[in-house]
């Protein structure tokens, strides 16, 4: 891939050749024009990672932003602490640089190197912009006096929430760090490698690489970020502890949903179910609004709110922070079960980059399909959790947490976020069927540190609770589903009403497993633990990668519209391979994915920057055996902690499938 040349395409008029040798002949100039801004960067040392593997050097290119020898590049080979930097310039002289700081929002770096002769770059006004008009991608990847070129057209702006350029010239590792400047010859922006879905480290979005779908950060943006940047401080993302809902992509009714106890938006006093009216004296008429400003801010930043709160506006003040307070979630060991209205246009829309509706599944009054219950929540109390250990039954209704009615399992679920191990509370709950209730006082406990093995009881009381169908069938049930363009799925299930409100098992890197062999491992499973298995399987039947995210999701969506699953129990099964995917398809705030089970390979903490795992679990299996990859597991499990995710370990009496089913299951645990 770092070794693809890149062509010079020129888009001429469609009637003669003249006016496609005239533009030739105008990059031809503006290149030599350009070029002396343009160096080639050597970055030697450090944790550089690039396609999940590590390399101990890359090439890769910079602008010259001032005479001083001040050079803004994309953090992309800048990963980690390399142990030297050296500056190539167009005549072959080489010196050496030292790093300044890191924008780790705009994936941003900027460099000071020594010497003297440096020609800065000339900057387009940021207005002058526009959609359409030629965009020429310069970079420095190979030692030659001529920079490489890609040219295409400018063929968005406000992209990646109202950070970045879009264009169609082919970009890659060649011209990452690189200028992308217009026929005037003055730089639009920096080429830096972004992901339409937001998220990511310095690498996330090389996976558009070559496919006309390029980023580059507003040159006018990147000035005034080099001079914060010349402090030696890196920039980093600003968070406010908080998530924000609306009934769809375009509502005007924006909620603060989910609040983090410790973080700024807890401190300063919002509440969940504030709707937010205005932000930075911006008024707020989509969700899109917010995400957008918030995206472009740093710690340190000050965000105004106004929200309004019975019927009252209210004015709060923020300081955005770059690490949220870790939390140590409250746990009661609660098995519940709901059945789940999934709208599975919803998932459809994680399909498009920029879709900012929230996936949810609602939770229908917290009773099984067909049995009318009381107000409170019927579960299962598991007996290793807090309620099995103070003795209640293994099957109840809970009513009343710290003097709060439940009238259904969201109504505990909201309540949930705010408890904290180690807290006080007072209970209510009542046999199911009896109208009694009694009083516990309890210590909420925190979640198991080892993944529970559910018992034969366990499993029949909680399966009599999710479906009392005495019709559900053991035989399997196997279908196929074309995906348009992208490939096909495989469904393996169980008839009857078990096929209904079921867990998904998203096998990432079976492509290579015979059917029969899959079957054998998951056959006992599929009716016991309520489980249909999705294989999606792409054209060319080869390793999924990244670029098959929309096959796994037109497959998520195709299950779910067929059977109502519970997108509360729905995991993705990843070998090393397919890590990049599963983290691309969970860490979306969309996403209806709640686990992901790696078999192999482990998630690096850069990746979970502004992530919140409440509410989600990763499972990190020993596939890799060797010293380094235990150390690496260790050290992916302690960065999911602190984000929130919950991350057991699996115990070694049960199979690893049997700790994926029951893993299922406990995502419904509270």
Not at 4 to 12: K, T, W
Not at 179 to 199: N, Y
Not at 314 to 319: E, I, M, V, Y
Not at 460 to 469: H, T, V, Y
Request: hydrophobic residues 45%; contains cysteine; neutral net charge.
């Amino acid at each position: 891939m770092l070794a693809a040349l890149l062509v010079l395409a020129v888009y001429g008029g469609p009637d003669t050749g003249c006016c496609a040798q005239d533009t030739g002949a105008t990059i031809r100039q503006i290149v030599d024009q350009v070029q002396r801004s343009v160096v080639r960067l050597r970055v030697i040392g450090g944790t550089q990672v690039v396609d999940g593997e590590s390399v101990s050097s890359l090439v890769t290119t910079g602008v010259v932003i001032s005479d001083k020898g001040e050079i803004l590049t994309s953090a992309f080979a800048l990963q980690g602490k390399p142990d030297a930097v050296f500056v190539e310039r167009a005549d072959g002289t080489r010196v050496s640089a030292k790093i300044v700081a890191t924008d780790l929002v705009r994936r941003l770096v900027l460099l000071r190197a020594d010497g003297e002769g440096w020609v800065p770059i000339k900057s387009a006004d940021r207005d002058s912009v526009q959609v359409g008009q030629y965009a020429i991608a310069l970079g420095r990847f190979y030692q030659s006096p001529a920079p490489t070129v890609s040219v295409g057209i400018v063929s968005a702006l406000n992209r990646i929430h109202g950070l970045a350029i879009q264009t169609d010239a082919r970009i890659s590792p060649v011209n990452y760090g690189g200028p992308l400047v217009g026929l005037s010859g003055e730089a639009m922006g920096i080429l830096v490698p972004l992901s339409p879905r937001g998220r990511g480290n310095a690498t996330t979005g090389i996976e558009w690489y070559d496919s006309g779908i390029g980023f580059a950060i507003p040159l006018t943006d990147a000035l005034q970020v080099a001079e914060r940047l010349r402090g030696g401080t890196d920039l980093r993302p600003g968070l406010m502890g908080l998530s924000l809902a609306a009934s769809g992509a375009f509502s005007g009714r924006v909620t603060v949903g989910r609040i983090l106890p410790g973080g700024p938006a807890a401190t300063a006093g919002l509440r969940e179910g504030d709707r937010l009216i205005k932000i930075n004296d911006q008024v707020v008429e989509r969700v899109s609004i917010p995400e957008e400003i918030l995206a472009s801010r740093y710690a340190g930043d000050v965000i105004q709110l106004q929200v309004e709160r019975d019927q009252q506006a209210l004015n709060f003040s923020l300081t955005l922070v770059d690490r949220l307070p870790e939390v140590n979630p409250g746990y009661l060991g609660l098995l519940t079960f709901s059945a789940s209205k999934v709208d599975a246009a919803a998932i459809a829309a994680m399909l498009q980059p920029d879709a900012p509706q929230p996936l949810k599944a609602e939770a229908q009054g917290g009773k099984a399909p067909g049995t009318e219950l009381k107000a409170g929540i019927r579960g299962v109390a598991l007996p290793e959790g807090v309620l099995g250990k103070a003795g209640v039954p293994l099957s109840l209704e809970l009513t009343e947490v710290n003097g709060r009615r439940l009238t259904s399992e969201a109504a505990l679920m909201r309540l949930m976020p705010g408890i904290i191990a180690g807290a006080e509370l007072g209970l209510k709950y009542r046999l199911p069927g009896a109208n009694e209730e009694q009083s516990l006082q309890v210590t909420a406990g925190q979640q198991p540190q080892e993944l529970p093995v559910l018992s034969e009881e366990v499993l029949r009381q909680w399966s009599a609770l999710s479906s009392p169908s005495e019709n559900d069938s053991a035989e399997i049930q196997r279908s196929e589903v074309e995906i348009e363009g992208r490939g096909r799925c495989v469904i393996v299930t169980t008839g009857g009403s078990a096929a209904r409100n079921s867990g998904l098992i998203v096998l990432l890197s079976e492509h290579a497993t015979q059917e029969d062999q899959i079957l054998n491992r998951w056959k006992a499973l599929l009716s016991s633990h309520r489980l249909q298995l999705v294989i999606p399987l792409n054209p060319e039947k080869s390793a999924l990668t990244d670029a098959d995210v929309p096959l796994v999701l037109s497959s998520i969506q195709q299950v779910a519209s067929a059977n109502g699953v519970d997108l509360r129990r729905t995991i993705l099964v990843a070998a090393r391979e397919q890590s990049v995917l599963a983290r691309q398809l969970a860490f979306d705030a969309r996403s209806p994915v709640r686990g992901i089970v790696l078999t192999s390979g482990w998630i690096p903490g850069a990746e979970l920057e502004g992530i919140d795992g409440r509410g989600a679990a990763v499972l990190l299996l020993d596939g890799d055996t060797t010293a380094a990859s235990r150390v690496l597991r260790e050290e992916s499990a302690v960065a999911l902690k602190r984000a929130g995710f919950w991350v057991p370990k699996r115990r070694m009496d049960a199979s690893v499938e049997q700790s994926i089913a029951d893993l299922s299951i406990l995502l419904r645990s509270l």
